[in-house]
Nanobody, 119 residues
Framework: QVQLVESGGGLVQAGGSLRLSCAAS????????MGWFRQAPGKEREFVAA????????NYADSVKGRFTISGDNAKNTVYLQMNSLKPEDTAVYYC????????????WGQGTQVTVSS
């Protein structure tokens, strides 16, 4: 059974930083693609960033480019999302997800962690 557990959310002022963590267990993730998504109240869930665990390739939503950085620690089976220069519009529940490859659907999801950015 694959489990993804997010942590690191919280309340921060605009311009501040947070680092989210996603701990993965239950499978060998060396070839997986890990992603971060977010969902704000009343809005659909949207893609934030993704990383290929094996090759380190990354992809970002335009809204977070230059501010957010996704990275992974293979030894710890943990993926991180460093969020800098946070804006009130970044307020959302952030979810970690995993898929087998860049071409497949995300099959595994975490429970989410709340990020609130105050103005």
């Amino acid at each position: 059974q694959v489990q993804l557990v997010e942590s690191g959310g919280g309340l921060v002022q605009a311009g501040g930083s947070l680092r989210l963590s996603c701990a993965a267990s239950g499978r060998t993730f060396s070839r997986y693609v890990m992603g971060w998504f977010r969902q704000a109240p009343g809005k659909e869930r949207e893609f934030v960033a993704a990383i290929s665990w094996s090759g380190g390739s990354t992809n970002y939503a335009d809204s977070v480019k230059g501010r957010f950085t996704i990275s992974g620690d293979n030894a710890k089976n943990t993926v991180y999302l460093q969020m800098n220069s946070l804006k009130p519009e970044d307020t959302a529940v952030y979810y970690c997800a995993a898929r087998v490859s860049w071409r497949s659907q995300y099959s595994y999801w975490g429970q989410g962690t709340q990020v609130t950015v105050s103005s």
